[in-house]
């Protein structure tokens, strides 16, 4: 069985708004390992966002224990997470959150110039990961010149530059035609089967056969099983 590396016990999430509870995600317990590309799917406003910013220490539960690496994380610091993303975690978005003046190369060295690495390396490993991707014959170009798809490549190729033992993907299809989705799903693929956890949230049915674990959110609820009328409805 893989190596584990995120691990939530009985999380929720509740937002108080004037009187009102709003239970954002209820009571979970779930594990994520290495070596596989789980998506989370629901509705919009289901939750899945939500489980998706505690997985990557963006927001704290309200209640429950979050473990990563089997180390518990639910008291630590703002800062001490903030350095434990930088480091251990790699986020793509819809929109790929490119800096539009600056080019492809040098917008995936960002991540290793916040982790205080020289310009040199930065560029020489930035370039790496551009290669692996298959763009390193773009690593000039401004993002305005790049097609969806080499956006997304980009915005990929920034969050592995640090070699993060986990990438957390929203929506990262959902800006692209079905041939550069498939590609980026397939990349997604071998990048879990490099032993990385991949978990992705969206919206698209279809691509449920990239993945090897499917889980779904409705309501702030948790689950392994629905129906896809419950989902469309």
Known sequence: MSEE?????????VYQVADTSIHALRPTNIAFRKGELTLIMGPSGSG????????????????????????????LRENQLADLRLHEIGFVFQQFNLIEPLTALENVMQPLLLQGKDSKSAREAAGKALQELGLMDRAKSLPKKLSGGQKQRVAIARALVTNPAVLL?????????????????????????SGKAV???????????????????????????????????
């Open 5 to 13: 590396i995120i691990r939530l016990e009985a999380v929720e999430k």
């Open 48 to 75: 899945k966002t939500t489980l998706l910013s505690i997985l990557g220490f963006v927001i704290y539960p309200t209640a429950g224990k979050v473990f990563y690496g089997g180390k518990m994380l639910t008291n």
């Open 169 to 193: 993907c929203d929506e990262p299809t959902a800006s692209l035609d079905a041939k550069s989705a498939a590609m980026i799903m397939e990349e997604l693929k071998l990048l879990a089967k």
């Open 199 to 233: 978990i992705v949230v969206t919206h698209d049915l279809r691509l449920r056969k990239f993945a090897d674990r499917t889980i779904y959110v409705e309501e702030g609820l948790v689950s392994n099983t629905i129906t896809d009328e419950a989902y469309y409805k």
